[in-house]
């Protein structure tokens, strides 16, 4: 069985200060894993994959296979990155359906 | 304009009443996807298509129901079965092979009166 955990339900930080979100899985094979967000009004939409290695919006995340992590850090938080947050995982093949972690609710304040 | 579909916006249901919702993409997508979007719980898959005429359960299937009669469409019908429907549905659809993320669609939202 695959499984997300995001533990915390709410971050809220002053604008300019370090945001980490936190995401733990469980996976028997190797999973692909993902972080998206929805803002305000608006569609849920991919920010990034583990396997680009890329940075969105100044956010990266790194997969820590020891750990079971997937957490998403940006060193100096915006207004706009305040939104909903959602950790998932993929299988590969059969499995290639995405489970959802739920989610969590980023503040930046100015 | 590519992208997926969700209609109508905002449904509202009477109790023992089927409705269904309407998913379609022109992204040329192979799989679809239904979640159910609740306050603190995430996003719960319903059921997801790979392929036309076949689909899967998913972890929350009971009392709702699918076809896939098309490669851009993939319904969900909301029965009188659901014991909680009120909820925010949400469409999603991919590449098949490759792992490239989820196009979702701006959802349903379902209120039973």
């Known amino acids: 069985a695959q499984r997300v955990t995001q533990p915390e339900k709410l971050l809220s930080v002053f604008k300019g200060a370090p945001v980490e979100l936190k995401c733990n899985y469980s996976?028997?094979?190797?999973?692909?894993l993902f972080w998206y967000v929805q803002y305000s009004r608006q569609r849920l939409q991919l920010l990034l994959r583990h396997i680009s290695r890329e940075s969105i919006k100044g956010f990266t995340a790194d997969l820590n296979k020891g750990e079971t992590s997937f957490h998403l850090k940006k060193p100096f938080a915006q207004e706009e990155d305040s939104a909903m947050y959602y950790c998932a995982l993929s299988g590969t093949g059969a499995n290639s359906k995405l489970t959802f972690g739920k989610g969590i609710t980023l503040s930046v304040r100015p | 304009d590519g992208g997926i579909t969700q209609s109508p916006k905002y449904l509202f249901r009477k109790e023992g009443q089927n409705v269904t919702l309407s998913c379609e993409q022109n992204l040329n997508h192979d799989a679809m996807y239904w979640y159910r979007q609740d306050p603190g719980q995430g996003l719960r898959l319903i059921y997801y298509?790979?392929?036309?005429?076949?689909?899967q359960k998913g972890d929350i299937a009971e009392g709702y129901s699918v076809s896939r009669e098309k490669k851009e469409s993939f319904p969900l019908t909301v029965t009188s079965a659901q014991k909680n429907p009120t909820a925010f549905y949400l469409c999603?659809?991919?590449?098949?092979?490759?792992?490239?993320?989820?196009?979702f669609g701006s959802g349903t939202r379902l209120t039973v009166v």
């Open positions: 298509s790979q392929i036309v005429n076949d689909f």
């Open positions: 996976y028997s094979g190797s999973p692909e």
């Open positions: 999603a659809s991919s590449i098949f092979q490759g792992n490239y993320g989820y196009t």
